[in-house]
T-cell receptor, first 110, second 114 residues
Framework: AQSVTQPDIHITVSEGASLELRCNYS??????LFWYVQSPGQGLQLLLK??????LVQGIKGFEAEFKRSQSSFNLRKPSVHWSDAAEYFC????????FGAGTRLTVKP | EAGVAQSPRYKIIEKRQSVAFWCNPI?????LYWYQQILGQGPKLLIQ????????DSQLPKDRFSAERLKGVDSTLKIQPAKLEDSAVYLC????????????FGPGTRLTVL
């Protein structure tokens, strides 16, 4: 069965610092992988997605993610975090039947 | 382009009462999803519609939850009777079809069961 693990419940970074959020998945075939962001009281917004092709995926708001099949990972990165990036981030796997991780809450220190 | 609309945004009820949520997907989107997001967890898929047919309701507690999508557009999700553990945000999402296309999410309905 497909599943997603986000090992970090909460991460705090300083504004301007780099960011990496971890995501590990379990999936029987070539996975469809997604990263969503959720601000307080808001719905989920898609940051980026991977279906096939180039394993380094560029998304909105300066985010990128790299698919590593050998490690079953799809980690999200951003070179310089802004205060407005503080939110909950969800990794998801699947196409017709999407499974979400438990999320990583990002706090940005001034 | 209008997004996914949901109402109400907030609802407070007592246990054993009934409640219904409404969702209007993006125009032209054939697939509609209902998710339950309990505080501190990721969204969990409850039910998925393709047009007006159910394609996956394996995680829907059918003894108390029901959903319909008449005419393949709007959808309602009902809980009857509600339990304390149903307190959560109920998210509706839509996509063009099921084949891995991006799901667009509504703002959700926050349900509190007292």
């Amino acid at each position: 069965a497909q599943s997603v693990t986000q090992p970090d419940i909460h991460i705090t970074v300083s504004e301007g610092a780099s960011l990496e959020l971890r995501c590990n998945y379990s999936y029987g075939a070539t996975p469809y992988l997604f990263w969503y962001v959720q601000s307080p009281g808001q719905g989920l917004q898609l940051l980026l997605k991977y279906f096939s092709g180039d394993t380094l995926v560029q998304g909105i708001k300066g985010f990128e993610a790299e698919f590593k099949r050998s490690q079953s990972s799809f980690n999200l990165r951003k070179p310089s975090v802004h205060w407005s990036d503080a939110a909950e981030y969800f990794c998801a796997v699947g196409a017709r039947d999407m499974r979400f991780g438990a999320g990583t809450r990002l706090t940005v220190k001034p | 382009e209008a997004g996914v609309a949901q109402s109400p945004r907030y609802k407070i009820i007592e246990k054993r009462q009934s409640v219904a949520f409404w969702c209007n997907p993006i125009s032209g989107h054939a697939t509609l999803y209902w998710y339950q997001q309990i505080l501190g967890q990721g969204p969990k898929l409850l039910i998925q519609f393709q047009n007006n047919g159910v394609v996956d309701d394996s995680q829907l507690p059918k003894d108390r939850f029901s959903a319909e999508r008449l005419k393949g557009v709007d959808s309602t999700l009902k809980i009857q009777p509600a339990k304390l553990e149903d307190s959560a945000v109920y998210l509706c999402a839509s996509s063009l079809d099921r084949a891995g296309n991006e799901q667009f999410f509504g703002p959700g309905t926050r349900l509190t069961v007292l």
